[in-house]
């Protein structure tokens, strides 16, 4: 099973990396990108097991881990 994690910086965030990135994109010409917001991919492969119980420890990885909850939101999903 594949756990697809995408962790994003919450809302109001400042985002210095991704003000970086537009500038580089208005700099290439790329003018239409209005706002970057940087985030981090995850694939996490699982042995199979009940779906539930899946959803629960990948959402536990997330929280212990992979994401900062103070500053950074998370969402995730799951393919057989």
């Known amino acids: ?4 994690v995408y962790v ?3 809302s109001g965030v400042l ?4 003000k970086a ?4 994109l ?3 010409g790329f003018e239409r990108a209005t706002d970057v917001r ?9 042995d199979r097991g009940p779906r539930a119980e899946v959803e ?14 103070v500053i950074e ?6 393919q057989d």
């Open 21 to 24: 990135i537009q500038h580089s």
């Open 15 to 18: 985002d210095p990396a991704g």
């Open 8 to 10: 994003t910086l919450k």
């Open 38 to 46: 940087l985030g981090k991919y995850l694939e996490i492969w699982l």
């Open 56 to 69: 629960r420890e990948v959402d536990e990885m997330c929280r212990k881990l992979l994401a900062n909850g």
């Open 73 to 78: 939101d998370y969402r995730f999903e799951l």
């Open 1 to 4: 099973m594949l756990a697809k």
């Open 26 to 28: 208005h700099s290439l």
